[in-house]
């Protein structure tokens, strides 16, 4: 399905990914769920095919593509039913490394980002504590300067790819404002920094997620990502890339249930007849897919205003709160259409239904959403 902001190259990149999730996901991803983790060489393969780098700098190996072309290999990834690939993935691509890209150093690009875009690093970003989610100036995490070297105190929650990455861009106070924060690039194995446990999930099975300790963390001073005190605006700046991707998610689980659905329910004999031929159901699943193309029509068009350089902060809130809460009410409505099969585990239908309900609360709760719009009127 095509839409006005497409070009041929889109077309080819969704189905360079299509194969890409046929051959190298769908088939495996089951002992991926049992094992909590994508394999890493699955991750290099995804860099050596250029899809780790689209919006980054031909130097580094990067596709110099914009938003409109991100978007579509988003979309494209989350046609897989296995959302635990997917975030592991979007994590790396669309919420830890544009921070490097967009605050890094030539020093530190020269030294990092090569090697993001082959895959050969996997990136997280350590932002949310306990005490600290949706609410970023709440963080109490602190880097403090001794001589030539910041020493990082805190802990950091739900960190997508906790851990298995191997360079975490952390979020610490430098400062005694509410938003006097700074961004550090902090490598896996630096004395002090320690996984404190993988955190067990309802969904997403198959990614990585942990809780980070940073007990007296020494990093040399050069880790400071971007300019001290300007990490709130960095994150803010960069939360409207998440919050496309993560509406990119669930427009594309949307899109998936619903052809698994329409694919079941006409197959499936109740009482002598098809299920498709019961009106509600047939109507029901009609105006689930006219929502859903609805959303991704939004989804869209706020992509495109990225690539005009708007201030769209209130629009990919509105996406963010209603592709949330969409893709549960589709979800939750083609599983009740599968019957007794929607409940079986491992069906692709009970898997998604699992996995789209983080969707309304990761990367910013529906309610902290609204709020967002609300306060820019």
Same mark, same amino acid.
């Given at each position: 399905?095509?839409?006005?902001?497409?070009?041929?190259?889109?077309?080819?990149?969704?189905?360079?990914?299509?194969?890409?999730?046929?051959?190298?996901?769908?088939?495996?991803?089951?002992?991926?769920?049992?094992?909590?983790?994508?394999?890493?060489?699955?991750?290099?393969?995804?860099?050596?095919?250029?899809?780790?780098?689209?919006?980054?700098?031909?130097?580094?190996?990067?596709?110099?593509?914009?938003?409109?072309?991100?978007?579509?290999?988003?979309? *494209?990834?989350?046609?897989?039913?296995?959302?635990?690939?997917?975030?592991?993935?979007?994590?790396?691509?669309?919420?830890?490394?544009?921070?490097?890209?967009?605050?890094?150093?030539?020093?530190?690009?020269?030294?990092?980002?090569?090697?993001?875009?082959?895959?050969?690093?996997?990136?997280?970003?350590?932002?949310?504590?306990?005490?600290?989610?949706?609410?970023?100036?709440?963080?109490?995490?602190?880097?403090?300067?001794?001589?030539?070297?910041?020493?990082?105190?805190?802990?950091?929650?739900?960190?997508?790819?906790?851990?298995?990455?191997?360079?975490?861009?952390?979020?610490?106070?430098?400062?005694?404002?509410?938003?006097?924060?700074?961004?550090?690039?902090?490598?896996?194995?630096?004395?002090?920094?320690?996984?404190?446990?993988?955190?067990?999930?309802?969904?997403?099975?198959?990614?990585?997620?942990?809780?980070?300790?940073?007990?007296?963390?020494?990093?040399?001073?050069?880790?400071?990502?971007?300019?001290?005190?300007?990490?709130?605006?960095?994150?803010?700046?960069?939360? &409207?890339?998440?919050?496309?991707?993560?509406?990119?998610?669930?427009?594309?689980?949307? &899109?998936?249930?619903?052809?698994?659905?329409?694919?079941?329910?006409?197959?499936?004999?109740?009482?002598?007849?098809?299920?498709?031929?019961?009106?509600?159901?047939?109507?029901?699943?009609?105006?689930?897919?006219?929502?859903?193309?609805? *959303?991704?029509?939004?989804?869209?068009?706020?992509?495109?205003?990225?690539?005009?350089?708007?201030?769209?902060?209130?629009?990919?809130?509105?996406?963010?709160?209603?592709?949330?809460?969409?893709?549960?009410?589709?979800?939750?409505?083609?599983?009740?259409?599968?019957?007794?099969?929607?409940?079986?585990?491992?069906?692709?239908?009970?898997?998604?239904?699992?996995?789209?309900?983080?969707?309304?609360?990761?990367?910013?709760?529906?309610?902290?959403?609204?709020?967002?719009?609300?306060?820019?009127?």
């Amino acid at each position: 399905m095509t839409t006005i902001y497409d070009n041929p190259d889109h077309e080819l990149l969704r189905d360079q990914i299509a194969k890409f999730i046929a051959r190298e996901v769908e088939p495996h991803a089951d002992k991926w769920e049992e094992a909590g983790m994508v394999p890493r060489d699955v991750l290099r393969r995804m860099g050596q095919a250029g899809l780790f780098g689209l919006m980054y700098e031909e130097a580094y190996g990067g596709a110099d593509s914009d938003a409109m072309t991100n978007l579509v290999f988003a979309e *494209a990834l989350s046609q897989s039913t296995y959302a635990g690939f997917i975030i592991t993935v979007l994590v790396h691509t669309d919420m830890a490394s544009p921070h490097l890209h967009h605050a890094g150093s030539a020093a530190q690009k020269e030294k990092y980002l090569r090697r993001v875009i082959a895959g050969e690093l996997i990136t997280a970003v350590a932002i949310t504590e306990p005490g600290a989610g949706s609410d970023v100036a709440g963080i109490r995490t602190s880097a403090k300067l001794d001589g030539n070297e910041w020493v990082l105190n805190g802990t950091k929650m739900f960190i997508t790819n906790g851990v298995h990455a191997d360079l975490y861009f952390v979020a610490a106070k430098t400062g005694p404002g509410k938003r006097d924060m700074s961004m550090f690039i902090v490598e896996k194995g630096t004395p002090g920094f320690t996984v404190g446990r993988a955190l067990k999930k309802t969904g997403w099975l198959s990614s990585d997620t942990a809780e980070l300790v940073f007990d007296n963390v020494r990093i040399p001073q050069g880790n400071l990502l971007g300019e001290e005190g300007k990490g709130f605006y960095s994150v803010m700046k960069n939360f &409207q890339t998440e919050r496309i991707a993560l509406g990119a998610m669930a427009v594309g689980h949307c &899109q998936r249930a619903l052809q698994l659905t329409i694919d079941y329910v006409r197959q499936r004999e109740a009482f002598g007849a098809k299920l498709w031929d019961q009106q509600v159901i047939r109507q029901r699943l009609s105006m689930l897919d006219a929502k859903t193309r609805a *959303a991704r029509q939004f989804m869209y068009h706020c992509a495109w205003s990225v690539t005009q350089g708007h201030d769209i902060v209130q629009e990919v809130s509105m996406l963010k709160a209603l592709t949330g809460e969409l893709v549960n009410e589709v979800v939750q409505t083609c599983q009740q259409f599968h019957g007794g099969m929607g409940y079986i585990r491992e069906t692709a239908i009970e898997r998604l239904w699992r996995d789209a309900r983080v969707l309304a609360i990761g990367g910013g709760a529906t309610e902290v959403m609204l709020e967002e719009v609300a306060k820019r009127y």
